[in-house]
């Protein structure tokens, strides 16, 4: 009996296995197949090289190698040793932060030395990734201490030749959820899928012992490097606006400045940026220990993503809607007779002062808003609304950068009596810097809304090219209306407001806004943006727009954003061959 049973039991046991082994190799073969080719077979990405980025034919981005530190936790020995040197090492780079840590981490090296250790006791995994994007130089201070189980991978990284030059305009390289390079803000963001290019990948046979075998499977997909972008950034004219704005904040002590320069014919953006701004290469920099208050920093592009109520600069659509509707002469008139009540509101002149009968020449010289409102209200809500969207406000003009606001046109409901004066001279309407200059292009190119841009041919590996031509949107205001206006705004610079600060060189067609910044229940009466957007009516080169949000010496434009218009304008101009007609 007892041998029986023996028996029995080990024919059980036998039927078991063979039932095992059949699940195993007959009815899951292929589930088991693909476990046992993850254990044999492992893979990892070869990256891609990111596009370069190329302004005036230079190069404003390129890439540079820079490696990824993996580890192999099996063969780690001294694990606190080892991460006691290394962590050092990696800090040793000031970029190491923008890849790495969040700057705002207390004592780095030590939460570096932690973070290493808890990897390092992942003995079941064979590879671990303990920093990205480490420089050559960095990688060759740490081969140096011939660690077992440590090695690199390529990982390049961004090369900025022209240090933070357009910094708002390229945007940065971080990561994804996925730990992917992505594009982030501006051109690497817009244009991410063309840059970034196509992964490669590797596969190797490995032992149980986790080491390659050399006579094993082996596979290789090469990498497709990104597209090369080439822009229609003037590098010099980028510089200069650079330096000016940066020069312009801190003079009038303003919160920040934006600008916008275009070529009105064509749309192509020449320069545009902001101060502060930002190291695309480091846009996460730790705060040096001491520091109670660092630079500050800005990453986005103000000029297109900033919405604001621009003032007067705004009479100039007021004033082209009332003459392309034919309202309005250059020289009808109105009554400046004191100010002017609306619905409980009181509006007055920018002085407080009353000019009695004035034109419309004289409405724009002297910005007065008293006759701003009495000419919004003679056009009317419907069409003065409608002037405001066909001049772009409202939407995005559809710039190829990411981060593109469309700033806000109030629906025709909420068009008051009130709100339609007021719109007159640009409160209660909010635009981007770019909108701005973009309608004042419309004056400078006889009418026509331009679609910007600022990338003018892409360039894939295979050398095809993909070429953009300028794109009308619409057409805003007839030609007459727009010879006219640029005559008015000619008139309106040589008589007007700020005629103290204007260029001895130059003549000036062009417009001041001042507006009070909005806060809730009402406008701050201390505080304002100031503008300044016009163009050199002989040739029409180009438009400019400046704008300083908050400064402090003067709360007007007159004074402030004029004379640093005017400096950047005196530098510039020669760059396109145009001779002082003064």
């Known amino acids: 009996m007892r041998l029986k049973i023996t028996l029995l039991l080990i024919g059980l046991g036998f039927l078991a296995v063979f039932i095992k082994l059949f699940t195993i190799q007959i009815i899951r073969h292929e589930e088991y197949l693909a476990i046992a080719e993850q254990q044999r077979i492992q893979s990892y990405d070869i990256p891609a090289w990111r596009g370069r980025i190329y302004a005036s034919g230079e190069v404003l981005v390129a890439n540079e190698d820079a490696f990824r530190l993996v580890a192999d936790p099996l063969k780690i020995e001294n694990a606190k040793e080892v991460a006691k040197k290394i962590a050092p090492i990696l800090l040793s780079d000031p970029r190491f932060f923008s890849y790495n840590l969040d700057s ?7 939460y ?11 003995k079941k995994q064979r590879w671990v990734s303990l920093a990205r994007k480490v420089p050559r130089g960095i ?30 305009v390229l945007g940065f390289v971080a990561f994804d ?23 490669g990948e590797v596969a190797q046979e490995y032992s149980a012992l986790g080491d390659p075998i050399l006579v094993g499977g082996y596979s290789l997909l090469q990498p497709q490097n990104g597209s090369d972008l080439y822009l229609t950034i003037d590098r010099n004219i980028q510089s200069i606006l650079e330096r000016k704005i940066k020069e312009g904040v801190k003079r009038y002590r303003a919160t920040s400045g934006s600008f916008v320069v275009l070529d009105p014919k064509t749309g192509r953006v020449l320069a545009m ?3 502060p701004t930002s190291d695309p290469g480091n846009f996460n920099p730790p705060t040096p220990e001491g520091v109670r208050n660092p630079p500050k920093k800005e990453l986005r592009n103000l000029a297109i993503s900033a919405i604001y109520e621009p003032g007067s600069v705004m009479k100039t659509v007021l004033m082209a809607a009332a003459i392309d509707t034919k309202m309005v002469k250059p020289t009808s008139t109105f009554m400046d007779d004191g100010p002017l009540r609306i619905a409980g ?5 920018w002085d407080g002062r009353h000019h009695g009968k004035q034109t419309m020449v004289q409405l724009l010289q002297k910005s007065n808003n008293v006759g701003a409102a009495k000419l919004a209200l003679r056009l009317g809500k419907e069409t003065l609304r409608n002037y405001f969207l066909k001049f772009g406000f409202g939407e995005p003009l559809g710039i190829d950068l990411e981060g593109e606001e469309g700033g806000k046109v109030k629906p025709r409901s909420e068009w008051r009596e009130a709100e339609l004066a007021t719109a007159g001279f640009g409160c209660g309407v909010a635009v981007t810097p770019l909108q701005m200059a973009s309608a004042m292009a419309v004056v400078a190119n006889g009418g026509m809304l331009m679609k910007p841009y600022i990338v003018e041919k892409i360039v894939g590996q295979s050398g095809k090219e993909v070429n953009f031509e300028p794109e009308p949107i619409r057409r805003v205001i007839s030609p007459e ?10 008139a309106a610079v040589e008589g007007g407001e700020a005629r103290a600060f204007i260029s001895h060189k130059y003549r000036i067609a062009g417009k001041t806004g001042t507006a009070f910044v909005p806060i809730k229940g009402g406008y701050d009466p201390y505080k304002t943006n100031v503008t300044f957007a016009g163009f050199l009516p002989k040739d029409k080169p ?6 300083l949000e908050k400064p402090t010496t003067s709360n007007y434009s007159a004074t402030t954003v004029v004379p640093l218009w005017v400096e950047a304008m005196e530098e510039i101009a020669p760059l396109f061959g145009v001779r002082p007609d003064k």
């Open 542 to 547: 180009f438009v400019m727009l400046i704008r």
């Open 345 to 349: 509101y009181t509006i007055n002149t």
């Open 481 to 490: 209306t727009a010879t006219t206006m640029a005559e008015m705004l000619l």
């Open 112 to 122: 570096l030395i932690k973070r290493f250790l808890e990897l390092f006791a992942n």
């Open 177 to 199: 959820e996925g730990g992917k390079d992505q594009g982030y803000f501006g051109l690497e963001g817009y244009y991410n899928g063309d840059l970034k290019g196509v992964l």
């Open 139 to 168: 990688k060759e201070q740490i081969e140096e201490l011939k660690v077992e189980g440590l090695s690199f991978e390529d990982d390049p990284r961004r090369f900025y030749p022209e240090g933070s030059l357009a910094a708002n």
């Open 104 to 110: 705002k981490v207390k004592e780095p090296e030590k």
């Open 273 to 275: 940026g902001n101060y």
